[in-house]
């Protein structure tokens, strides 16, 4: 048998961590980069147990990680930690993706900017001059809440079934955009009453909550499919299943779909081209998003 040289004394070690850990995709995605690239790195899954990130974080600087990603339930708390953070995660509150540059540690937020990477790659437009809606108002919709604003959003509606989590939301992108967003309670939503934003005519209409996904599959934020209309393109972040309920109601009334894969793939490739410090070539991206959507509707 040949000697396994692949990982050796020169070898770049980055890691996912996080809690739970075991269901994670994101070692496939970015090994397969590295192998693509022969880039030499390799990319490990750490479940760092609560009350432990702390250490966790001061011991992968102390072993000279070049960078990791955080998951769930540790985005917000990883910022007591690191020792740089720009004005965009600092106003998302979280990171998802941490690079370590001569022992300081940097934040980014990929999550929102991998919704745009893949929203522009879907539609081949963006959001300058648009309206939109967001469904949720947990860390991820306030993530794709300020990416939205910050890429010249015209109008932002946030949609919650908790008010006081979509009001904080709007008044944060109203405080760089004054009169951008507005509120409103999940429960206030009705078809075809006067004034209603869906029939007031979104562009855009994402669910940012995580109604819908597995196991819970026969769920969806909205209970009236009439509230979609025509040529309205439709958002899940949700990605297991690959089509949510919500997504199904929207397809019916002729809206285009979009789910959370492509959010998922595009929020690692701006991980790991953060951590090499590189833009990866078109051709790559293209054959690994094939392989890694199918990966993924396995
Ligand atoms: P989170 O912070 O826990 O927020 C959850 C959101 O869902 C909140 O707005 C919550 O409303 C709402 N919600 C939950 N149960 C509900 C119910 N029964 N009725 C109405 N609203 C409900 O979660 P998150 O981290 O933002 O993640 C949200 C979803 O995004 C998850 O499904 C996650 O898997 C997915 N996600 C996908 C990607 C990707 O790359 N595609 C990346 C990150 C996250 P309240 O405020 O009222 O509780």
Known sequence: MPVFEEINGKTGIFALLGCPIEHTVSPQLHNSLSHML???AVYVPLKIERGRLGDAVRGLKACGFSGFNI??????????????TGEEVKAIGSANTIVNRN???YAYNTDGEGFARAFETF?????????AAIIGAGGTARAL???LSYRGISKLYIINRTYQRALEIADLVNLKRPGTAVASNLSDLAPNKDGDIFTGGCDIIINATSLGMYPVIDKSPVEDSSFFKAGQIVCDIIYNPAKTKFLKQAEERGCRIM???????????????KWMDIKIPDDIINSLSTE???????
């Open 103 to 105: 022992g300081r540690l």
């Open 292 to 298: 890694f959507l199918k990966y993924l509707d396995k």
């Open 145 to 147: 809440a300020v990416t």
């Open 38 to 40: 022969g880039i030499n």
């Open 259 to 273: 789910n959370g894969m492509g959010m998922l793939f595009y929020q690692g490739i701006l991980a790991y081209e």
């Open 71 to 84: 998951t769930i339930p540790y985005k917000e708390e990883v910022l007591e930690f690191v020792d740089e």
């Open 123 to 131: 539609t081949g437009t963006g959001f300058k001059g648009r309206t």
